[in-house]
């Protein structure tokens, strides 16, 4: 048959025209669309062999690069399916993939608006193009292409210019061979030079290392000028050969396969040796140490998809800036690379969470804005998180120091789980390990926290702060430690958010928290006992009170009276609800209109300076001792929450007024 020419269907067109004219810089995805057309022909060859032993391949199902540095041509072949003549008209003459037409229709809309006149350059990456994408880097492709089972070939040649031309071909065996007949490199557009080793090494390992066949490559280049003595000691025809042809074509096979075609995640996980799981992870993180825990699992059933995951041993320096943490999880489909920090994927609460999620039933174009919407990868999202959930919760039951480790690492950013209220809650709850007033060195779980419980306490206890220390030693503390009632100290900026996002519950307890409100703790009889004894306190000193009262002015809400402490003789609560100094610092830091809310000064009635300061109103209601008394009870109260004095220099005076006193 002769050659015809055909014109390209309109809407082709307009996409070569996109292509021709692309500003993309990322040009190199041209590669990763031929080669995963190659991977694909070359399964659909396997699949189809299975039943008929005739389309068989005798050779080995490859692919092959091969660049030409003196025509600067790159030739891409598989030993795949192939195609009829027919099959060429229909794949490459017309657009049938539906995420090329979206493709097309988004830059159409962009070149409406005012500002665009062609297509936005990141669409391109966002799509895919597939086979067009070769326009991008080539003035002319150049296709051959013998279908499996037939004799005949066919070349398809197309400058992307309107027609393209078929003609019959010879090839030997059947399979695709597509020639890129390349633009000349533009250094100053920093357009790589895809005829080069290391860019086609480089491009390779980046987007198709685990395309499941080998990729070779052969480079031809201009031998290199013999030297000399090398010449002297081959004899005279290799000094000759120089003389007379200084560029003759070199072919160079270079002889290691270019991918690591570790499709890991694909083998059995007890086939894998630990160490190449390792290996893996390091290879797609680029870290240096092995993970701390590996995760594998897979969704069968509808749809089907397998995730290799891994938590590293240490949190990246860069875990609380989230626009800047790179990594995350790749996205491949059937094996083939679509994007990394598929965010997508896995919530923010679990961004350390390396690896690799590979679905079988996804677009190759799959697009980000697409990911967000799609059920398949909401509901693989849902299944990750329930396994990377189970596989932390085992080793917190298998391993408690190496949890340990796991959660200094990375425990504040799980907590965030906490404020999604998506999120299954106790599932999360489960997790978190928390320092306590019981046991200075070790830190507990909430369910290690509820066995210890007695029957009759009926929260969950908890004071937060920005330092372990001052928590321990916080007055609050002191009612607590004397029932034997465990408190646990939190000292996260998330845990002051979590806890008042309140009412929050572990199973069938409540948190509270011991700055907050009353204090009710002991059996019912111990409860009634401290009422009794508090109301009568309360009458003795009640005009005390009053007199304190008024000499804090509106520094403070009330001054009052309280069984939560032994050692210390004053502090400051909150009322239920009210948001801790912290918490009102940092919403403010974030903008937020936070009003004013003043604590409540407690003091202890068994307290000796009480005792004394009852005596002293007796005697002179009016006495400055008392006003001194009720300022110098304030400050220490701010100092033991670790917080600082609005006015230290008057407290130092009035420290400095007793010390003179008494001394
Ligand atoms: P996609 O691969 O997403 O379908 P392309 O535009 O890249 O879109 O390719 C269109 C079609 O051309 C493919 O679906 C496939 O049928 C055919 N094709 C492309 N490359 C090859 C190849 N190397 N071997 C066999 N068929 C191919």
Redesign the pocket.
Known sequence: METETHSFQAETQKLLDLMIHSLYTNKEVFLR??I???S??LDRRRFEALSNSELQSTEDLEIHLEANRISRTLTIS?N????TRE?LVA??GTI??SG?LEFLNRSQDDAETPSGSEASPDLIGQFG????ASFMVADEVDVV?RRAGEDKATRWTSKGAGEYALEDAELDLA??T?RLQLKPVDDEAGRPDFCDEWVLRQTIRKYSDFVGYPIKLTIIEEAPPLEADAGEAQGEDAADKQAADPGTPERREIEETINSMKAIWTRPENEVEEAEFGEFYKHITHDFQDPMLRVSTSIEGTFEARALLFIPCKAPFDLYHRERLHNGVQLYVRRVFIMDECRELLPDWLRFVRGVVDAEDLS??VSREMLQQDRQIQTIRKHLVKKVVDRLKALSNDDASKYEEFWLEFGPVVKEGLLDFEEKRDRILDLVLAPSSADDAKLTTLADYKDRMSSDQEAIYYIAGPKLDVLRRSPHLEAFVEKGVEVLLLTDPVDEVWVSQGPISYGDKPFKSVGHGEVEIGSDEDKEKAKVALEKDEENLGDLLEAMQSALGDEIKEVRLSSRLKASASCLVLEDGDLSPQLEAMLRQAGQEIPERKPILELNPEHPILVKLGERFEVNPTDPKIADSAKLLLGQAILAEGAQLDDPGQFAELVNKLMTETL
Do not use: H, K, P
């Not at 795949?80 to 195609?83: A, L, Q, V």
């Not at 193009?129 to 067009?132: C, D, K, L, R, S």
């Open positions: 669309e031929l995963s057309n190659s694909d022909a598989d795949g399916i192939g195609m099959d794949n490459l049938a993939r090329t193009v597939g086979f067009y292409s399979g695709t597509i190759l174009n």
